[in-house]
């Protein structure tokens, strides 16, 4: 890796300053038929945001109203710079994209574009003008690139159909939201509570470190202490891939001011710290397939250090009900919830599945997919200290599929984004909540939500990769309020045993607390047409 690195930091200033071949013209082929477009009058549209009369040819094809995202996008510098490139690129995730990538992408002889586009995204992030979609055009080391129109199609028939069955469910959900909670009225007793504002217990935090040597692994977490007088219930908290344990304070601490102890680890191999290296030069992935394994036990064994410290040390003796444990987690956190849930990792699914992954849309693959490295065994990554789990924006689809989700017996809400990019809700959340078989199940749906929504700022001064704003979505600080409410209501129900708070879980109450421009449902069954 530091090779690599270091070879990278000899040749580029070479590539950069010596003119090397370019490409000028986007060939857009199907089958025998071939049309082309210069690259020359893409810059000038992209600049002036005036189409040449080449351009205007295809453009009177085009949305109209898609044009000036077209014209942004082609000239939206990327904050990367070539190191941080190239490092992602030559993991096996990067390299799965750039297969698929290649199929659609390819050179002027029409092979496959795998080390085109590879050496054009490093080079373009190399260029002093800027890391752009243009430039990398301008990079690509053939006189023209190909588009594969035919490939092209079917991509976009897959894409045309995963948005119409997202459509319809996404319907379905908001109108069986609707029409429950006109069916029930909300009671008297909810509408007293106001569950966004913060309970009335005071709290401290401590961060403790764990050192759990049969793994050699080693990582902190952050105990959120609140001065109650009984034993109280515990809620851990799992962040989601290139996050960290700040990301989800916001949330602990809400939990906390109503009488939880809240733990929250940091799984140092999928942090922040582990992108960071990644992309510095000090890592060779953006994750290990052992992830799937470690982060599971990274909180079984905060759970037994918890028991530890509950018997020998003043500050948690006689704080801490361990018998009664929630988990929520978001995104690859997600998936951690449901493993200690009781749903194992499916190895049949996987194979199924990530054998034709590359002709999925479905981003979230490129990480389950690595599961497929570990060993196969039955890995005992369930805890029966966890009585109940919420998972954001899981990723479970293949790594656990319906017949690993359907041996999960306690209660499980799954949270979903109707605009998640990156775990898509039809294929992560939605279809997987109707193989849910356990009796007490919600999915709560953010019309408008993305995979980034509810996840908080960083606050651990190396902080977590940043996001565009455009990937975040619109109010994220009405997303983490849902949050909020939704978790509190559940496991105050589920793991504290207030069967009062039921009321909050009902479509009624969600209606009350839904706003624009992220309206929120809440359902229990969800019925779909292809199942």
């Known amino acids: 890796m530091v090779l690599r690195s270091f070879s990278i930091g000899l040749l580029l200033p070479i590539f950069v300053t010596r003119p090397m071949l370019g490409a000028q013209r986007l060939n857009l082929s199907y089958g025998v038929l071939e049309r082309s477009i210069a690259i020359h009058s ?60 290649g199929e659609v ?17 490093i080079l373009a992030a190399a260029d002093p003008k800027g890391f752009t979609l243009l430039n990398v055009l301008r990079k690509f080391p053939s006189e023209a690139i190909t588009i594969d129109l035919v490939r092209s199609l079917a991509l976009a028939n897959q894409l045309k159909s995963l948005v119409n069955q997202t459509q319809d469910a996404v319907t379905f959900i908001n109108q069986e939201s609707k029409r429950e909670a006109n069916l029930t009225p909300i009671r008297t007793a909810t509408s007293v509570t106001n569950l966004v504002q913060a309970g009335s217990f005071k709290w401290h935090k401590q961060t403790i470190n764990l050192d759990d040597k049969s793994r050699k692994r080693k990582f902190p977490a952050d105990i959120y202490l609140p001065q109650v007088s009984n034993p109280a219930s515990v809620i851990v908290i799992s962040h989601g891939l290139g996050s960290d344990r700040t990301s989800f304070a916001y949330l602990a601490e809400h939990l906390a001011s109503y009488g939880f102890v809240v733990a929250v680890p940091e799984h140092p191999g999928s942090n922040a710290q582990q992108l960071q290296a990644l992309l510095a030069g000090k ?44 988990v929520v987690g978001q995104s690859f956190g997600g998936y951690t919830a449901l493993a200690l849930a009781g749903a194992p990792i499916n190895f049949q699914q996987l194979h199924k599945n990530c054998s034709s992954s590359n002709d999925s ?3 979230s693959l490129l990480l389950q997919c690595l599961a497929i490295h570990l060993p196969q065994s039955t890995y005992n990554l369930s805890d029966p200290r966890v009585k109940a789990a919420i998972a954001i924006d899981p990723i479970d689809s293949s790594i656990m599929g319906q017949a690993s989700l359907s041996q999960i017996n306690i209660p499980v809400m799954l949270v979903a984004g109707s605009a998640d990019t990156i775990a898509p809700a039809f294929p992560e959340q939605i279809q997987p909540f109707t193989w849910l078989t356990t009796q007490n199940k919600y999915l709560s749906l953010i019309n408008g939500g993305t995979h980034f929504s509810t996840i908080g700022e960083s606050a651990s001064g190396g902080g977590s990769i940043p996001v565009p704003e455009q990937a975040i979505g619109p109010n994220p600080a009405l997303a983490r309020r849902y949050v909020n409410i939704l978790s509190l209501a559940f496991f105050q129900t589920y793991v504290a045993d207030q069967p009062s708070y039921l009321n909050y879980l009902q479509p009624s109450y969600i209606d009350t607390i839904s706003q624009e421009p992220l309206p929120l449902s809440l359902v229990r069954l969800v019925t779909l047409a292809q199942n």
Not at 44 to 73: H, I, M, N, V, W
Not at 298 to 309: F, G, N, P, V
């Open 283 to 326: 890592a060779n992935e953006v994750t290990s397939p052992r992830e799937f394994i470690d982060r599971p036990l990274d909180i079984k064994y905060l759970l037994d250090e918890l028991t530890r410290l509950s018997q020998s040390n003043p500050d948690f003796q006689g704080h801490l009900n361990l018998q009664q444990v929630g």
């Open 105 to 121: 992408i390819q050179q002027e002889t029409r092979t496959s574009g795998f080390y085109a586009i590879r050496a054009a995204l």
């Open 361 to 363: 849309l479905n981003v």
């Open 42 to 101: 893409l810059e000038t549209y992209a600049k002036t945001g005036k189409a040449d009369d080449e351009l205007s040819a295809y453009f009177q094809y085009a949305d109209k109203t898609k044009l000036p995202q077209f014209r942004q996008a082609l000239q939206t510098p990327i904050p990367l710079n070539a190191v941080q490139v190239s490092q992602f690129l030559y993991t096996p995730i990067g390299e799965t994209l750039l297969k698929k990538l």
